[in-house]
């Protein structure tokens, strides 16, 4: 079982960036497709970016494409969400994910596909 720890949330302003960061430990982190999403309050948990096991293929939803860049470093066990541009809309907890089965353009948006999440991190975009 892996165990995943976010980090790099804080408070900013619109047009800002953040950083976050998702340690991966405990199994072996390359065999997993990795996913970010976000909850808003009072909103359904949602797809944001996905990165398949090699790192060569990368997933976006529509409203952070082109702002936001997801990476992943297999050697330091840590899948990277870049959000650049950010807006009020951004606000919101960002859960990393592990999924050992997804594996396309539709499954890597399913929080079904998923079987290991981290505890959050809170981003708040002010206007």
């Known amino acids: 079982q892996v165990l995943l720890v976010e980090s790099g949330g804080g408070l900013v302003q619109a047009g800002d960036s953040l950083r976050l960061s998702c340690l991966a430990s405990?199994?072996?982190?390359?065999?997993?497709?990795m996913g970010w999403f976000r909850q808003a309050p009072g909103k359904e948990r949602e797809f944001v970016a996905a990165?398949?096991?090699?790192?060569?293929?990368?997933y976006y939803a529509d409203s952070v494409k082109g702002r936001f860049t997801i990476s992943r470093d297999n050697a330091k066990n840590t899948v990277y969400l870049e959000t650049n541009n950010l807006k009020p809309e951004d606000t919101a907890v960002y859960y990393c994910?592990?999924?050992?089965?997804?594996?396309?353009?539709?499954?890597?948006?399913?929080?079904?596909?998923?079987?290991?999440w981290g505890q959050g991190t809170q981003v708040t975009v002010s206007s």
């Open positions: 990165i398949n096991r090699s790192g060569g293929n990368t």
């Open positions: 994910a592990a999924s050992s089965t997804a594996g396309g353009f539709l499954s890597v948006r399913r929080t079904t596909e998923y079987s290991a």
């Open positions: 405990g199994s072996a982190f390359s065999v997993y497709v």
